[in-house]
């Protein structure tokens, strides 16, 4: 079992930058796969970032270039470094830790940029 906290959201201007935290505690950290998911009102979830376990990292189209993920393994810790943010980046972005056996997510941090 593991359990995920995610933390940094808020409310940001237009072009402005966030940094969203995950600290995942209950299991061994480094033998997951982190990610990133969002989900806008009326829209579905959606995988943002990710980052494996020995450090490969993917994004969406949307964000690629604007958005890094990285990960400490010594401080079971993931972040999502949010840049150039639009307002289509409104949304409650969760954290999920993955592995073949299953799926642990945070509740979530809302993320608001305003036009």
């Known amino acids: 079992q593991v359990h995920v906290v995610e933390s940094g959201g808020g409310l940001v201007q237009f072009g402005g930058s966030r940094r969203l935290s995950c600290v995942a505690s209950?299991?061994?950290?480094?033998?997951?796969?982190m990610n990133w998911y969002r989900q806008a009102p009326g829209k579905q979830r959606e995988l943002v970032a990710g980052?494996?376990?020995?450090?490969?990292?993917n994004y969406a189209d949307s964000v690629k270039g604007r958005f890094t993920i990285s990960r400490d393994n010594a401080k079971n810790a993931v972040w999502l470094q949010m840049n150039s943010l639009k307002p289509e980046d409104t949304a409650v972005y969760y954290c999920?830790?993955?592995?073949?056996?299953?799926?642990?997510w945070g509740q979530g941090t809302q993320v608001t940029v305003s036009s």
């Open positions: 980052i494996t376990r020995g450090g490969s990292t």
């Open positions: 209950g299991s061994i950290f480094s033998i997951y796969d």
């Open positions: 999920n830790a993955h592995r073949d056996w299953g799926d642990y």
